[in-house]
């Protein structure tokens, strides 16, 4: 069986963390979203993998290769211009349909776990299958209207909680349904949905099921939604795991994985569930609460506290910092006395509309240098490439390649 991941899309909503790289190569427990979607096909046995790429297809395509080095055979097709789910499936009619087989489609941008594949797999039946997800509040999500099994509708974001299935985005699918994806007419944003697909076939009166899956399912819509899927994938880490160095003085406590080459200096306090990459030094005297990860190449400067956040790879920051409940950007250098000011139910604007946040601090892109004494309010995005100069408080959004005197 083939497996189709959908990878073509940017992701506008997780700016600026996407104005370098694509959305599914955000990272979750140092490991790109993508990656974790790739395991849980691989440990259910589907390893021959067609993923679909457009925007930033080159940090895809160089991170993955051909696959054997993830377990799975990977082609590549690219979608050249990001016209909906639907087109992007029809890219695929030339390797799918002649084996007249059935086929998995999910999207490359959700956090997902072997057994919501299995679950898939265990449940399906009739001409295509859609795994559902059980959500008290629905409204900004598609939702499945069914009896018992068979769906009956499929409704795009309705403003009011119509039913408590989401529409996770997960597809069973048999060859048939290419001839419905050619007849599927675009849609008023523009693109062709899958889902309008599905619905002719419904009305076609083909069979349509649903399998409610309770294991984990999380999309990411927001970059602050790293936050919550990075403490739900350390979560499932039982084992303290050292392949670095602890210095004499340092303590660490719960579950904590501390790669290669790395240094944790005398003093430092560490708390799990935690993930520390390859070719780090931390310390001396860092504290990292739980839910942190910290990506390859990163030094932490003495007197720092990190606590509920995520510091990308080739971060240099510099002592006596405080971070809670932010994502900082790969290659980013910090200067001492950085604070990230944080806050619960937070308003941001992106794109001229507010959206909300259950709790952040500071989101930065890729590149930026940042001085001393530098603090940042909360729900502040910076965008790539930044240069803020010491003694600054920063209280609004930074647009790429911005300088702060």
């Not at 002649?98 to 057994?115: H, M, R, S, T």
Request: hydrophobic share 40%.
């Amino acid at each position: 069986m083939k497996a189709v991941i959908l990878a073509a899309g940017e992701g506008l909503r997780c700016r600026p963390l996407t104005l370098t790289r694509s959305k599914v190569m955000l990272p979750v427990a140092n490991k790109p979203i993508l990656e974790h979607a790739i395991y849980s096909l691989a440990k259910n046995g589907i390893k021959d993998i067609v993923l679909i790429v457009g925007y930033e297809k080159e940090r895809i395509m160089d991170y993955f290769e051909d696959g054997v080095n993830f377990g799975v055979n990977i082609t590549y097709i690219e979608q050249k211009a990001q016209l909906g789910t639907a087109h992007a499936i029809k890219q695929t009619r030339k390797l799918i349909e002649p084996e007249a087989e059935d086929f998995l489609v999910l999207n490359g941008d959700n956090i997902i776990e072997p057994k919501t594949i299995s679950d898939l797999l265990d449940g399906r039946g009739g001409d295509a299958t859609i795994v559902t997800f059980k959500m008290e509040h629905t409204i900004g999500y598609g939702v499945v209207i069914a009896e018992d099994k068979q769906v009956k509708k499929i409704v795009e974001k309705p403003r009011v909680d119509i039913s408590h299935l989401v529409n996770t985005g997960i597809y069973l699918f048999n060859p048939k349904i290419f001839k419905y994806i050619e007849n599927t007419q675009i849609s008023d944003n523009g693109e062709y949905a899958i889902t309008d697909s599905l619905q002719q076939m419904i009305e076609d009166r083909l069979k349509v099921t649903m399998v409610t899956t309770r294991s984990r399912w999380l999309d990411a819509i927001h970059s602050w939604d790293l936050l919550k899927a990075n403490s739900i994938i350390l979560d499932k880490y039982d084992t303290l795991t050292v392949k670095g160095t602890v210095e004499e003085g340092a303590v660490i406590k719960g579950n904590v994985s501390i790669g290669k080459n790395t240094i944790i200096r005398s003093g430092s306090y560490i708390v799990g569930p935690a993930m520390i990459g390859d070719n780090c030094e931390i310390g001396p005297d860092v504290v990292i609460l739980p839910s942190t990860t910290i990506g390859n190449n990163a030094s932490i400067g003495p007197f720092s506290q990190i606590k509920n956040s995520i510091i990308m790879n080739d971060a240099r920051i510099e002592s006596h910092t405080y971070i809670s409940n932010s994502v900082i950007g790969s290659n980013n250098t910090i200067g001492s006395h950085f604070i990230t000011d944080d806050k619960e139910n937070i308003k941001v604007e992106m794109i001229g509309i507010l959206h909300h946040a259950d709790r952040l601090g500071v989101i930065t892109g890729d590149d930026i240098i940042i001085g001393h004494r530098v603090l940042i309010k909360p729900g502040v995005l910076i965008g790539a490439g930044c240069n803020i100069e010491s003694g600054n408080i920063i209280s609004r959004e930074l647009p790429p390649n911005s300088t702060v005197v």
